[in-house]
């Protein structure tokens, strides 16, 4: 009996997928693009569980779903995909219509449309660990927290981020020299602990050394504050699929429980902390620079006005939202900017004349201003945020950005064709394609070459006969250049949807790599009987080898040592 029920439901389930298939491929035949074809879901559990046995085998086959219906496909085939199909293509699974775009204009047009234009929600649950947030929202309930999550980051919170990751790269270099003076294999690794303990000083007031940096759990706690937060961030599958309600039985393997238990912890610091925070705003002392004290100071004063009149729209955020969007910018935060910072120091030490270009400007700028003078420096160092904007251009930490006709069915125009978008359709913008597209780029795209971002309008070579004076006037009239095509790299996003980090990543990058360059040159370590022109075709390999997981990551980044050979 139990057999026969099993084989019925097997063979409903084949037919409602083919249903639900068909379906949608009859909607994706309305839009006229080229259609590639997918047995289930992108999300599909059994397949995603499953896909890194399958894959292999797959991919020796002429199929091509098996390209596109895996997470972070744009990394490994979206340039080939688009140049063997074109610009777009719509991709259709059983649960899913995705139409891929590696279109600039598309792009630049769609991404600053707020009146048409959204953002598909469904793929956000990943963030709801807390509440409701930035990510998780559309339309008026976006519009609400954004106006008060964006004025968390203040100039107040950037000066405070560019000291903290001056100190903690100090702290980590030492922590380098002591533990590994031949060469380090765990930049990537290290980065992350600068970069947690930079969001945790300049978001919630928390510092921590770089090492020993371990406090014992408070009092009813398993887990200190840091220890839980870490835990969150490093187990991003369990947050996108394990439903929190199944914690309560007994019967889940060590891993998930400690999961479990850092979701329970982190949920009481965060209540704790906005609480003390409420706490002191109503004994009228006055707001901190970091982000969770500006936060729930706006906070409070939005809901005041809402007090104060009740007729009015809801005017800031619910706790849950609050909590929400403060765990979201620490997921959000937390590895894009390190990972950038990484891939920027291996492909520093990969091509070391752009360490000497960049070095230039900083210890020009340094020799006027002290390193603590954030407001003074950070504007001038335009070479450093040049190698940022080179390294995200090759190395974007979000690969593609997700739009859609959220406010109904909507007529537009995708690569000059004018289409009806239904809202049920996932417009994917492929920025790594973008990004290095020659008909956007030239025909050196592929290639990292940071000086394409600084225009010079007085050559550096031509000064130099006048001194050091003649040097810095040219480099003080050096400009960074906007990108040769609008649309055509994205790593915030733009418009209404911009990220509100972005400030926050760019002082945090440009101070680490100020207080790398100005003390150190970097070199990748040789192997024995090794060229250093192979150690780099080498490490070249090892950066390319990269996946997504929660963010675009190196595979294999300690297969690489990176010397810091200190300046003298």
């Known amino acids: ?67 596109v219906n895996r997470r972070g496909w744009s990394w490994d085939g979206g340039i080939k995909m688009h140049q063997k199909i074109g610009k777009v293509f719509t991709h259709v699974t059983p649960d899913e219509i995705y139409v891929h775009v590696a279109d600039a204009a598309t792009c630049d047009r769609m991404v600053n449309d707020r009146k048409q234009i959204g953002r598909p929600i469904d793929n956000s649950q990943i963030t709801l660990i807390l509440g409701s947030n930035l990510i998780s929202t559309e339309g008026p309930d976006w ?28 702290q980590m270099i030492e922590y380098w020299k002591e533990t590994q003076p031949d060469g380090v294999r765990t930049v990537c690794h290290d980065l992350l602990t600068l970069g947690l303990h930079v969001l945790t000083h300049a978001g919630l007031g928390i510092q921590y050394q770089y090492r020993n940096a371990h406090d014992p759990p408070k009092a009813g706690y398993s ?44 949920k009481r610091y965060m209540i704790e902390m906005v609480e003390a925070e409420r706490e002191r705003i109503s004994c009228g002392k006055p707001e901190r620079p ?25 005017q800031g955020l619910r706790d849950d939202e609050l909590y929400g969007n403060l765990f979201l910018f620490n997921l959000a935060g937390h590895e894009t900017t390190t990972h950038t910072v990484g891939y920027a120091l291996y492909m520093l030490a990969i091509n070391p004349e752009y360490q000497t270009w960049a070095r230039e400007e900083i210890m020009n700028i340094l020799a006027t201003h002290d390193q603590f ?8 160092l335009r070479r450093t945020l040049a190698l940022m904007f080179e390294t995200l251009r090759l190395y974007p930490q979000v690969l593609e950005l997700q739009k859609s006709a959220f406010y109904g069915p909507m007529d537009t125009t995708i690569a000059d064709k004018q289409v009806t978008l239904p809202p049920e359709v996932s417009v994917q913008f492929n920025l790594r394609a973008m990004h290095q597209m020659s008909e956007y780029w030239g025909s050196d795209g592929t290639q990292f070459r940071p000086t394409r971002w600084i225009s010079s309008p007085l050559s550096t070579a031509a000064s130099s006969a006048s001194g050091a004076a003649g040097k810095a006037q040219a480099l003080a009239a050096e400009e960074i250049v906007k990108p040769p095509v609008k649309g055509a790299f994205m790593p915030w996003s733009e418009g209404g949807r911009v990220c509100p980090g972005k400030r926050f990543a760019q002082v945090e990058f440009l101070s680490v790599l100020m207080t790398v360059l100005r003390g150190y040159r970097l070199e990748i370590q040789t192997r024995e009987g090794e060229t250093v022109e192979g150690a780099r075709e080498r490490a070249q390999k090892v950066v390319d080898d990269s996946e997504l997981v929660l963010t675009l990551e190196m595979r294999r980044a300690e297969d690489v040592a990176i010397k810091f050979v200190e300046i003298s």
Do not use: C, H
Not at 240 to 259: C, G, H, R, Y
């Open 1 to 67: 009996m139990l057999l026969y029920i099993t084989a019925f439901a097997s063979v409903g389930y084949v037919f409602w997928t083919l249903s639900k298939l068909a379906t949608n491929y009859q909607k994706a035949q309305k839009l006229g693009f080229p259609i590639i074809v997918s047995p289930w879901g992108l999300f599909n559990i059994p397949w995603m569980v499953l896909q890194s046995l399958f894959l292999p085998l797959l991919d020796r086959t002429p199929l091509l779903w098996p390209i």
């Open 143 to 170: 519009v609400r927290q954004r106006k008060i999550a964006q004025q968390a980051f203040i100039e107040r919170n950037s000066s405070l981020v560019w000291t903290e990751s001056k100190s903690q790269t100090e």
């Open 223 to 266: 887990m200190n504050y840091k220890d839980s937060l870490l835990t969150l961030l490093t187990n991003t599958t369990l947050l996108a699929l394990f439903p929190m309600s199944w914690a309560k039985f007994p019967i889940w393997p060590k891993s998930v429980t400690t999961f479990t238990t850092a979701v329970s912890d982190f």
């Open 373 to 380: 003078d954030y407001e003074n420096i950070f504007p001038k």
């Open 290 to 314: 970091s982000i969770l004290s500006v936060l729930v100071s706006k906070n409070e004063e939005a809901k005041q006005y809402s007090r104060e009149k009740p007729s009015a729209p809801l």
